[in-house]
């Protein structure tokens, strides 16, 4: 959940793939899609997310360009898409409301979430949610050895308590 309040500043331009910076994935992969939810108006003057359209297939250089920036108006319940290249930031609120907005970005399964799901949502919560949210938020296997529990115990056999045998491949 991201709030910006009134009188908060614009964020900086980012690609949200650069959580990744270890590694320059090659230019025409992407590797994250990312999803905001408005969950109140999302206008100019409450800080509506500012998008640089096809930023996703240029080089950092547009960072530059704040002009080009479009604003995603939404409506509450509506959703803005943009892939983890794409270049964008969240717009100052120089309204008197809280701007809310709920982000949720899905990356490729081998690679490291970029908030610990493990801590924030623990065995004894998650084990409440349906099988297919638990396994979007990370208690599953990222490839058929990845991410396993001691003797190569499936993670949804960890929180069942259960002894499937583990199929690779999900
Ligand atoms: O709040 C927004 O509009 C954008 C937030 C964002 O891009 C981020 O935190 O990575
Ligand atoms: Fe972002």
Known sequence: MIAIGPGSPAQPLHRDQWCFDF????????VELSTMWALTDFTTATGATRVLPGSHRES?????????AVRAQMRP???LLYSGRT???GGANTSDEVRLGLNADYTLGWLRQEENQYLSVPPDVARTLPEPMR????YTLGAYALGYVDDVRHPRDVLDGTTRPVSFGN
């Not at 950092?60 to 080009?68: K, Q, S, Y």
């Not at 396994?135 to 990370?138: A, F, K, M, R, V």
């Open 77 to 79: 319940g509506s959703v």
């Open 87 to 89: 270049i964008h930031g």
């Open 23 to 30: 590694f320059a994935f090659p230019d025409d992969v992407e």
């Open 60 to 68: 950092d250089d547009a960072l530059a360009d704040e002009h080009r």
């Open 135 to 138: 396994d979007l938020i990370g």
